[in-house]
């Protein structure tokens, strides 16, 4: 069973970073697309950003795109989020989600894994 455990969220001020990271079990992790899904209260998961298999392709939802930053380290079989000029409105519970096959990146129910999920609060 393929394991995801996420770290790094935590309550910080407007404008501030933050780095979140995901740990995947499986040890050939470029099996893996990867992907950061956020859920804020009372609303749906919705998608923040995905990287392909070996990281030279990325998407991101428009209201982050220039502000965080998905990557991958195939050596520690980690996902990051850098996430830069935070804003309240990024406050959510973030999880990273895995999938071994295409399909569309932004939809959650493609994804086969699923981490448990790490806190972010923006306070203005």
């Known amino acids: 069973q393929v394991r995801l455990v996420e770290s790094g969220g935590g309550l910080v001020q407007a404008g501030d970073s933050l780095r979140l990271s995901c740990a995947l079990s499986?040890?050939?992790?470029?099996?893996?697309?990867m992907a950061w899904f956020r859920q804020a209260p009372g609303k749906e998961r919705e998608f923040v950003a995905n990287?392909?298999?070996?990281?030279?392709?990325?998407y991101y939802a428009d209201s982050v795109k220039g502000r965080f930053t998905i990557s991958r380290d195939s050596a520690k079989n980690t996902l990051s989020l850098q996430m830069n000029s935070l804003k309240p409105e990024d406050t959510a519970v973030y999880y990273c989600?895995?999938?071994?096959?295409?399909?569309?990146?932004?939809?959650?129910?493609?994804?086969?894994?699923w981490g448990q999920g790490t806190q972010v609060t923006v306070s203005s």
């Open positions: 989600a895995a999938r071994r096959y295409s399909g569309s990146y932004y939809v959650g129910s493609e994804y086969d894994y």
């Open positions: 499986e040890r050939t992790f470029t099996k893996y697309n």
């Open positions: 990287i392909s298999w070996r990281g030279g392709v990325t």
